[in-house]
């Protein structure tokens, strides 16, 4: 009786599959024509660069800090770690922003060990793109394990590295002098999960994200 059963649901398996093999067969070809891969989806800019990107990235969640010059950039690190009780938590191995860390007399640390028990990162830029208020970044700057576990990411960039568009970023990357990383990683607004209620949850990722831009660096 067994055997039987076992017959049927195979037959009954080979009937299905024989099916989805004829469907294939005659499924219809859609063609691409008409698409045009170059147009851009997103809309374009309205007003500056840096004025959309400011924009964009703090109605995605960032927290914007705007500093002339490198000397306020300084005064800028000093006193967001005192106002943010950093003192010892923070994680960094980006040298240019070790640069200015050094400068404020801010203590850190750089080694592998600290990506992992440090809860704040500082780290530098690629590009900033205007079009939906991203950043981009490689893996040299800060590392895919400290990103990941860090409560606070606070990112460094100057106004040279807005870009009107994610296209235009990659773009530049291709064309530089300097090899493609292994790696470029991609902010776009605060993570979010909901448990099975609906309710929001902490998921994976940071909890707050800064970005100091510089003008004149």
Known sequence: MQIDETIDSMSARERILKKIREALTHAPVTSPDGVDLERNV?????????????????????????????????????????VRQWEGKIFCKDPDVADLLDLAEVAYGGKAVDAVVKSVVFCGCRYLIAQDGSVV??????????????????????????????????????????????????????????????????????RNVFLILIDNL
């Open 42 to 82: 997103y809309s374009p800019i309205k007003n500056s660069p840096e004025e959309d990107f400011a924009e964009k990235f703090i109605a995605a969640g960032g927290a914007f800090l705007y500093c002339e010059n490198a000397r306020e950039a300084v005064e800028t690190f000093s006193e967001l770690v005192k």
């Open 137 to 206: 970044w490689n893996n040299a700057s800060a590392g895919r394990r400290a990103m990941a576990q860090a409560d606070d990411v606070v990112f460094v960039a100057s106004v040279e590295q807005v870009m009107p568009d994610f296209r235009t970023a990659v773009r530049l990357m291709k064309e530089g002098k300097e090899k493609m990383p292994s790696m470029i990683s991609r902010w776009t607004g605060m993570p979010c999960f909901f448990d099975i209620d609906g309710e929001s949850m902490t998921g994976c990722g940071p």
